[in-house]
């Protein structure tokens, strides 16, 4: 349920919705620019399965699929600056229509993954990854299966060539922590 406060603000749980008025006026808000947890701003979710539930929450605020894209797009653009010397095929998923690199670090008791891409949906289906996935364990990432696709519905509304760009993302992001365990 969403608690309206002042500004455009609105607090769903503990997250806080920040929303740009209707030019046009009315109740209604334009889009979502931001929605924060204000308690964990910065930080990982205790776990991959509670960073999925968690995304699952966030998506379930929005009325349809024009504002989940939006919010897909607006957590793209935060994503932290990618250094163009790891621009590198080595780096580079194949099986996406978009450029998307992919790059692990750390070990087997944390991984962390630096990635992005030339498309603004695609970002934000990274975004979603890295926050499920990235400075995690490499038995988690392993186990861990993508519930999130379906649970929020992005099985159903994504095109065939960024479904098979988000499995070969996986994969290779699975492959990676797969590798650290060998």
């Given amino acids: ?36 947890d204000n308690a964990r701003m910065n930080t990982a979710a205790p776990s991959a399965e509670q960073a999925q539930q968690d995304i699952a929450e966030e998506f379930a605020f929005f009325g349809d699929w024009s504002e989940r894209y939006q919010y897909l797009i607006d957590l793209g653009k935060q994503l932290p600056p990618f250094p163009e010397e790891c621009k590198t095929e080595e780096h580079r998923v194949h099986g996406c229509q978009s450029m998307v690199w992919l790059v692990p670090s750390g070990d087997a008791t944390k991984m962390h993954f630096a990635a992005t891409s030339d498309s603004a949906i695609v970002s934000g289906l990274i975004a979603l990854v890295l926050r499920v996935y990235s400075d995690r364990p490499a038995a988690e990432i392993v ?40």
Wanted: glycine residues 10%.
């Fill in 1 to 36: 349920m969403r608690d309206p406060l002042a500004g455009g603000f609105f607090r769903l749980r503990n997250k806080v919705i920040a929303c740009e008025r209707d030019p046009a006026g009315g109740d209604g808000f334009d889009r979502v620019v931001a929605l924060r």
């Fill in 143 to 182: 186990a861990t299966e993508p519930a999130f696709v379906q649970s929020i519905g992005l099985a159903k509304h994504l095109s065939p060539t960024r479904s098979n760009g988000l499995t070969a993302m996986l994969a290779k992001l699975k492959g990676y922590a797969a590798q650290t365990l060998a």
